[in-house]
Nanobody
Framework: VQLQASGGGLVHAGGSLRLSCAASGLNFRIHDMAWYRQAPGKQRELVASSANGGSSVYKDSVKGRFTISRDNVKRTLYLQMNGLKPEDTAAYYC?????????WGQGTQVTVSS
């Protein structure tokens, strides 16, 4: 399984970014997928998850600003981030599980300036 994340960058507060995670080596459409983030000195935390049935779950602090979506044909997971805040600054990782093992993308850095 390989997860290739992209789309991070430097934006001003209030700006937007769209992260992408291209997956290979798994039957993408049947797997739950998720975005996590980790800020310096902090634990990695769940930002949003997308179940194979279509339901989504969000961290409270990003509800109404972030949207997780997936394209099962392109085998790509997305995270649309609007209204970015400095506290959203972190490395963002896509994640999935397969046969009891966890897989992580390489991380893409999001930096929000105030």
């Amino acid at each position: 399984v390989q997860l290739q994340a992209s789309g991070g960058g430097l934006v001003h507060a209030g700006g937007s970014l769209r992260l992408s995670c291209a997956a290979s080596g798994l039957n993408f459409r049947i797997h739950d997928m998720a975005w996590y983030r980790q800020a310096p000195g902090k634990q990695r935390e769940l930002v949003a998850s997308s179940a194979n049935g279509g339901s989504s779950v969000y961290k409270d602090s990003v509800k109404g600003r972030f949207t997780i979506s997936r394209d099962n044909v392109k085998r790509t997971l997305y995270l649309q981030m609007n209204g970015l805040k400095p506290e959203d600054t972190a490395a963002y990782y896509c994640h999935t599980k397969l046969r009891g093992s966890e897989f992580w993308g390489q991380g893409t850095q999001v930096t929000v300036s105030s």
